[in-house]
């Protein structure tokens, strides 16, 4: 099978117009998509700096106290893929490549790493993109979040759309849509940056997308909205996305597995406030206490969810499981909701904001 997809392939170009090259023969390269890219670089030469390949694409890391030092590495390195990837006749993406530094010292906030390639000098870029995630100097994550923002914004537009509050698609289909636009979007790298203060961002977001779900008005608390959806909430979402990849980074074939099992101690990192490592290691001891597996809906990663769960146990008692009434009709479904979290337009609720008499 392995000698079908290398040998004896062909290719003709056809034009807008209808015209058709004559058949040319590939004599180099392996199949977009394929398995055997890995399996064609997997004897990448031997560098100073650490590298992570996934799939096409590679980051050469080094970590030092000194630039000259940091610099001169990469260098090396760069000059070593160069010559094997004019061995093995690939050729690397200018375009695409840049240099890029991770630090905690504002004095140097400004300062741009020198790393050369060939004879030209590559591209410094502050804020980096590496596999969907926008990275910044101090790994705060916050223009990738904000990124991811606008992305759930125009996903939520689309949503909107679907379903108004006497009109529309079922909760069914709007569950679906909100888990295959919206959450699918907002869970990309969540174990890397689900600790950071700058995840309020896209909570909002989110919100709005099972506001429209369950047809909730906003002073609705943001409590009840995921339990109404049948949608595990966002913050259970991204611990067991963490636990999951905790749980994989403990196998000793993994590319995480030296950095859970070493100590703090030989760890030579960037000191974040609150890094991948420790989190992990604190959610596996907490569920093997507990019995809890990862996706199970059980673990509670924070504080306000733990504290209010008591407020919404009268609604259902498993998030991630569509509650009852789902298959109402969009009015009925949503006057349900509404009259489970007691906000909605009837006198009650008219008179305590004021918009009404008692």
Not at 12 to 40: A, D, E, H, M, W
Not at 195 to 210: E, V
Not at 268 to 277: E, G, Q, S
Not at 308 to 330: E, N, V
């Amino acid at each position: 099978m392995i000698m079908e997809m290398v040998g004896y392939r062909s290719f003709t170009l056809t034009t807008g117009n209808g015209q058709r090259s004559r058949l040319r023969r590939l004599k180099n390269g392996v199949p977009q998509g394929s398995v055997l890219f890995n399996i064609y670089v997997s004897d990448l030469p031997t560098t100073i700096s650490r590298k992570y390949t996934y799939a096409d694409d590679l980051a050469v890391i080094h970590a030092d106290g000194d630039w000259q030092a940091v610099e001169g590495a990469l260098s090396m390195d760069m000059a070593t893929l160069g010559e094997y990837l004019q061995t093995w006749k690939l050729k690397l993406s200018t375009t695409k490549t840049v240099s890029a530094v991770f630090h905690l010292n504002n004095k140097e906030a400004k300062r741009e790493l020198k790393v050369n390639f060939s004879t030209e000098t590559l591209p410094f870029c502050s804020d980096p993109k590496y596999l969907g995630a926008t990275l910044n100097m101090s790994l705060t994550y916050r223009r990738h979040l904000e990124s991811l923002r606008k992305k759930l914004t125009s996903s939520v537009a689309l949503l909107r759309r679907l379903a108004g509050s006497g009109w529309g698609a079922g909760a069914t289909t709007l569950r679906t849509a909100t888990l295959a636009l919206v959450h699918s979007t907002a869970d990309h790298c969540a174990p890397a940056w689900i600790r950071n203060a700058h995840t309020r961002l896209i909570d909002p977001t989110i919100n709005d997308a099972l506001r429209i779900v369950t047809g909730c008005l906003r002073p609705t608390p943001a409590d009840y909205l995921p339990i109404l959806a049948g949608i595990q909430p966002a913050e259970l979402r991204r611990s067991g996305a963490t636990l999951s990849l905790g749980r994989r980074a403990m196998e000793p074939g993994h590319l995480l597995h030296s950095a859970l099992t070493r100590t703090r101690a030989n760890a030579r990192r960037l000191k974040l406030r609150h890094p991948f490592v420790p989190a992990a290691q604190q959610l596996i001891s907490f569920s093997d206490n507990n019995n809890i597996r990862a996706g199970s809906g059980r673990v509670i990663s924070g504080t306000r969810s733990g504290r209010k769960a008591h407020k919404t146990s009268h609604f259902h008692s498993r998030h991630r499981q569509p509650p009852t009434g789902m298959t109402l009709p969009r009015r009925a479904w949503v006057r349900l909701n509404r009259l489970r979290t007691g906000v909605g337009r009837f006198r009650s609720c008219l008179y305590k904001w004021g918009m009404g008499c008692e």
